[in-house]
């Protein structure tokens, strides 16, 4: 990542009569003194590269000294508790701030450096500064005569233009991102051959988790998601804590995150190794309509073709399968699959996870993709197991298969191919070096 580029793009943008001040996360507090693991607001990240909580940043493009960090002071004894601090002082060497001062004393110099400025930009996620800044606008207004000034200033979010710059990855950014997917394949290939009837899925998360750390990931970007059985239903399901059975598919979504950035794949694979001919129907279902819409994505196609490419293929295989009853077009039009589909198909990706930016064209238009979007493509079935009027061969069934795909000058890249994703590659690697359950728990009466 590199941030300096990333404000220089930013000031490109605007001119001298603007100001951006954008807030990093505040450190959480878990429990009595025990903070959550941080994780910083990833617009403060992109455009600061600072991990530290409780920071805010001034950039003023056009200044002699356009970029200002406002951090937390230098305190020893609060470091050897919780960790190093840069402290101002640090922020200008480190971080190349032009200028820097203690948070504390941001109420009495921020506004004082917006000098004339009459364009307030402001990145505030967590709405814990928004209050403040209005209050800075405000007094510029009370603080001249009412016809010494013409034009006052205006506050807006920051998000407009910086979103739309995070749209687009730097080589960089794909060289983290691409990073990150290596590592989530690798884990996954860890996750699948360690997958055998009677392993808890946390045993399997945890063990996820563990080769992220070995590829030099920071964390992992979201929860992971390791559901046997009927709580692959559940879309964010993240307990992780039962075991698994044979018979049973197991659906794992998880990614790495590596130098802030995200990758997030979704495989599923039955937990004993062997597809039964139902879970293979709709698992070879779920993986075509997934190759179909990952052939639309070329420069120029529109945003919604990957959803529409992929709910036709998946409308039709449910309608030649029984599953779905009607016709093709009307279902389409009544998105009738999704009692079956429920979700849509993908989202942007970076530094978050689900990442920003727009879909859509003011027009109300779906965008066109462009070269260096990163964007995941996610279809899937669920069949409930009380859907009453489906053979009940297919219920309880619930595939999701996941790719992250850079969009390039000549159409799309699959970063994710790596993570085995044919029957025939997942039923050779899955449980070809199962874990065991070593462990042993207190009885039940002994925990009541
Ligand atoms: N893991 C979250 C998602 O796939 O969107
Ligand atoms: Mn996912
Ligand atoms: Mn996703």
Redesign the pocket.
Known sequence: MNPTLHRQKLCEQLDTNAAVIVAGSPQRIRSKNQPYRFTQNKDFLYLTGFHEPDAVALIRPGHAQPYVIFCRAKDPAMETSFGARLGPEGAVTELGANLAYPIDEMDKVLPELLEERQRILLGDEENRLSARVWGWVNAQRQSVRFDDRRVFRSLEPLAGVLHEMRIIKTDAEVAAIRHATDAACAAHRKVMAHTAPGVNERQLSMAFNAELAHWDCDTDP?P??VAGGPRAMC??YDENDKPLEAGQMLLI???GEFRGYAS?I?RTYPVSGQFSEPQKTLYNLVLASLDAAIATVTPGAPWGSIYNTARRVLTEGLLELGILKGELETLLAEEGHKRFTV?KT??YMGLD??DVGQYRLPSGEWRPLEPGMVL?I?PGLYIPDNAADVDPKWRGIAV?I?DDILVTHTGAENLSAAAPRTVAELESLVGSAPITRSVHVPSESALR
């Open positions: 979201y992971n998601i879309l964010h979504d998880a990614g997030d979704t979700h993908g989202h996870v689900h995941t996610e999701r996941e």
